[in-house]
């Protein structure tokens, strides 16, 4: 189309192209995966655990991912996090393109724009919540003084102020869960990636850690969450559903998710 046009034409539309973008400043786009492949395995035993993922996902976005067991959700969730690396195609995170990166890089993206929620909690058993929570600041080159206030922080604001010198084995599941959520926060990630947070916990504690997710998404957190509960995904505001590798809906509201399911 630009042949047919006279130059003064296209330059202004050129400037218009430039100053579109600007729309984006308001929905930076924080994951945009492009083309995303993993294979396992090979010959009589491959698994196409991602077929051909394409993905954005914004920033202050609070995102639950579905699908049957074996869909390829957990190794979504390693890609995003930078936990796995593709087979093939671009994953970009907050703009920078991560597929190019060393292990060493990728270490360093983890901790600096990244937190990690996991069905088993996964704190370690001889150390304090104080402790647990310190841990990923130690690897961020934190001063000791500035780590004990914010970790004291973090477990603060996931209302577990009162038990920062409890072992995992003196707390409750939820409270456990939220010590990790702490310890997932403390570092301000601009991203939190939770795996089935909720597998392990029963209905009240739940709803705890569901409130606790809104909030830190109503503060600007962008939030992904693996679940096969309808309630947790409700919780959210956008569920992208997978099959057999593939995303089916990518932007279910938590009304449509009764058609689905
Ligand atoms: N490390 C691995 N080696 C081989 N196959 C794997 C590995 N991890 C996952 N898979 C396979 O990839 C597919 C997707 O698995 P996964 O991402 O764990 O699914 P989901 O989390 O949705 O249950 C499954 O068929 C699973 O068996
Ligand atoms: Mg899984």
Known sequence: MAQFMTPEKSSLIKNITHFTPNVNDYHPVIIRLEEISKVYGQGDTVVHALNNINLTIEKS????????????????????????????GRYYLDKIDVSGLSETELATVRNQKIGFVFQQFHLLPQMTALENVILPMVYAGISPSERRDRATEALERVGLGHRINNKPNQLSGGQQQRVAVARAIVNQPVLLLADEPTGALDSQTTQEILDLFTELNQSGMTVVVVTHEAEVARNSGRIIWFRDGQVIYSHLSPDELHSVI
């Not at 976005?61 to 093939?88: R, V």
Request: glycine share 14%; with cysteine; aromatic share 4%.
């Open 61 to 88: 976005e609070y995102c639950a991912i579905m699908g049957a067991s074996g869909s390829g959700k957990s190794t979504l969730m390693n890609m995003i996090g930078c936990l796995d690396s593709p087979t093939s």
